[in-house]
């Protein structure tokens, strides 16, 4: 298994587009999402063009053995007081699941790193509960701290620090 994490140029943004209605049709059962009229989730282009203009933002293409599997959007933390970079959206395409990709990618960026990191997830999310309560007990960090959810929508985020290397 070759596992490649690869910036996405904005050019890409069209294909980033794409990959992200995956991502809202998987997500649409418990966010209560609907399709627009054209038949398609609503995606902010602006919003994804961000990923190309704010400093620490970035959008990354997955790929496993030359195959796009994936994408992981990167933001700086917004959360007042907290200095960290976000792990924000991951995806993984079904056909690259349960391969160990999100715990590689979690440990090529996060961990390796070694700077602070936000993680946050919803508990109504099937696929990020578990993932990420088993790599919060498993992987190797310094600190985890749970911050506070302060609108009750069911949002789990976790400040995290990398052990020094």
């Not at 038949?39 to 970035?58: H, M, N, T």
């Not at 990420?132 to 985020?157: H, I, K, Y």
Request: hydrophobic share 45%.
């Amino acid at each position: 298994m070759h596992l490649e994490l690869i910036p996405a140029s904005s050019e890409q943004l069209p294909l980033l587009g794409n990959l992200y209605q995956f991502y809202a049709y998987e997500s649409s059962d418990w966010e209560q999402e609907d399709v627009e009229i054209d038949g398609r989730f609503y995606v902010s282009e602006a919003y994804l063009q961000l990923y190309w203009q704010r400093p620490d933002w970035s959008a990354q293409l997955i790929f496993l053995d030359g195959f796009i599997a994936g994408f992981l959007l990167i933001e700086r933390s917004d959360v007042p007081g907290v200095n960290a970079l976000e792990f924000a959206d991951l995806f993984i395409l079904k056909k690259y699941r349960r391969q160990g990709i999100g715990r590689a990618l979690v440990e090529q960026v996060i961990i390796a790193s070694g700077r602070p990191w936000l993680v946050s997830y919803y508990l109504h999310d099937p696929l990020a509960v578990p993932f990420w309560q088993t790599l919060l007990r498993e992987l190797p960090f310094a600190c985890v701290q749970q911050l506070p959810d302060n609108d009750d929508s069911g949002l789990l985020s976790y400040l995290l620090n990398a052990p020094a290397h």
